[in-house]
Antibody, heavy 121, light 110 residues
Framework: QLQLQESGPGLVKPSETLSLTCTVS??????????WAWIRQPPGKGLEWIGS???????YYNPSLKSRVTISVDTSKKQFSLKLSSVTAADTAVYYC?????????????WGQGTLVTVSS | QSVLTQPPSASGTPGQRVTISCSGS????????VNWYQHLPGTAPKLLIY???QRPSGVPDRFSGSKSGTSASLAISGLQSEDEADYYC???????????FGGGTKLTVL
């Protein structure tokens, strides 16, 4: 059974860079059938797609966050990572990593449990 | 404000049928498939419906999805207490060139 697990600091200071890692287990991160994504949910609000990455390193980002986001992948470690720079309180959210199956469902079919990141001094 | 519009809340009694709507535009729902997720706070969101009306393995047939024009709906029949959760619609947006989610609907089983 595929599992995704987010990890990283739960507290980040304003203007600094938020860094999270998602570790994939129980399946391959290098399959041509999948993209890997970061999605967040601010407190009391809905879900927001941040960006996605292919195992080859190809990325695409939400235009509203593009200037501050970098997503990378390390296939040897079966991990992909998120960096969000110049954070503010508005970036406080539960951050999820997810798999997008491009073949069977063409959507996000597996998600991590999520990790809360608070931006505060 | 989400580009995909959902009612913030819905409710029903056990055994009832409830529907949750999701309204979009020609650049998202109008031309692309709609997916639905069930989310219990503190847990991983669960894919409930994909490609407008397809259920992943393991999802009861009490859950069904439909799409017409620039709107989509999720229907839950035979409502059960364990269906109490937040529900989100999602679709690709050709103008944004990215994925959109609705604002979410909190379903209460009375």
């Amino acid at each position: 059974q595929l599992q995704l697990q987010e990890s990283g600091p739960g507290l980040v200071k304003p203007s600094e860079t938020l860094s999270l890692t998602c570790t994939v287990s129980g399946g391959s991160i290098s399959s041509s059938s999948y993209y890997w994504a970061w999605i967040r949910q601010p407190p009391g609000k809905g879900l927001e797609w941040i960006g996605s990455i292919y195992y080859s390193g190809s990325t695409y980002y939400n235009p509203s966050l593009k200037s501050r986001v970098t997503i990378s992948v390390d296939t040897s470690k079966k991990q992909f990572s998120l960096k969000l720079s110049s954070v503010t309180a508005a970036d406080t959210a539960v951050y999820y990593c997810a798999r997008r199956d491009m073949v069977a469902t063409n959507t996000f079919d597996y998600w991590g449990q999520g990790t809360l990141v608070t931006v505060s001094s | 404000q989400s580009v995909l519009t959902q009612p913030p809340s819905a409710s029903g009694t056990p055994g009832q049928r409830v529907t949750i709507s999701c309204s979009g535009s020609s650049s998202n729902i109008g031309t692309n498939i709609v997916n639905w997720y069930q989310h219990l706070p503190g847990t991983a969101p669960k894919l409930l419906i994909y490609s407008n009306n397809q259920r992943p393995s393991g999802v009861p047939d009490r859950f069904s999805g439909s799409k017409s024009g620039t709107s989509a709906s999720l229907a839950i029949s035979g409502l059960q207490s364990e269906d109490e959760a937040d529900y989100y619609c999602s679709a690709w947006d050709d103008s944004l060139n990215g994925w959109l989610f609705g604002g979410g609907t909190k379903l209460t089983v009375l």
